[in-house]
């Protein structure tokens, strides 16, 4: 018959020569090798390190945002970019920061320095933001 042609039979072939590289690298010559049993060492979250977007409520007075920069410092993370964003009331502003690429362990001592300073009110939002898309 007229077989199931060229693009299904390339991609068999693809799949074919990838699972071939796969086996090379794991060890596995010519048996198909199982990834989801291989030991693999998993790393600590608080060794992680990724950039964060904080969102939170402070006074909106003078010396704030310094207070702020002062606690997140303290704790080794680096501020990307800092902004006040709006007035949630006549008092409360809106603070958004992005910090650099930081590691989760001074991440979580930056938000708890935060939670203990005055200046301060709620943190709304921690994120971790992951850009890698960027380069793809």
Same mark, same amino acid.
């Given at each position: 018959?007229? =077989? @199931?042609? +060229?693009?299904?039979?390339?991609?068999?072939?693809? =799949?074919?020569?990838?699972?071939?590289?796969?086996?090379?690298?794991?060890?596995?010559?010519?048996?198909?090798?199982? @990834?989801?049993?291989?030991?693999?060492?998993?790393?600590?979250?608080?060794?992680?390190?990724?950039?964060?977007?904080?969102?939170?409520?402070?006074?909106?007075?003078?010396?704030?945002?310094?207070?702020?920069? %002062? $606690?997140?410092?303290?704790?080794?993370?680096?501020?990307?970019?800092?902004?006040?964003?709006?007035?949630?009331?006549?008092?409360? @502003?809106?603070? *958004?920061?992005?910090?650099?690429? *930081?590691?989760?362990?001074?991440? %979580?001592? @930056?938000? $708890?320095?935060?939670?203990?300073?005055? +200046?301060?009110? *709620?943190?709304?939002?921690?994120?971790?933001? %992951?850009?890698?898309?960027?380069?793809?």
């Amino acid at each position: 018959g007229q =077989g @199931a042609g +060229e693009f299904p039979t390339a991609s068999a072939v693809g =799949g074919d020569i990838i699972q071939a590289a796969v086996n090379l690298l794991s060890q596995n010559r010519g048996k198909v090798g199982c @990834a989801y049993f291989a030991d693999k060492k998993v790393q600590p979250m608080a060794e992680s390190v990724n950039k964060y977007y904080i969102r939170l409520t402070a006074p909106d007075r003078t010396r704030v945002l310094a207070a702020i920069a %002062d $606690a997140i410092g303290q704790s080794g993370v680096s501020i990307r970019s800092m902004l006040q964003t709006r007035q949630v009331s006549e008092t409360q @502003a809106e603070i *958004v920061i992005i910090t650099h690429g *930081v590691r989760q362990g001074n991440m %979580d001592q @930056a938000v $708890a320095n935060l939670t203990a300073i005055p +200046e301060v009110d *709620v943190i709304s939002n921690v994120i971790r933001v %992951d850009d890698e898309w960027k380069n793809a």
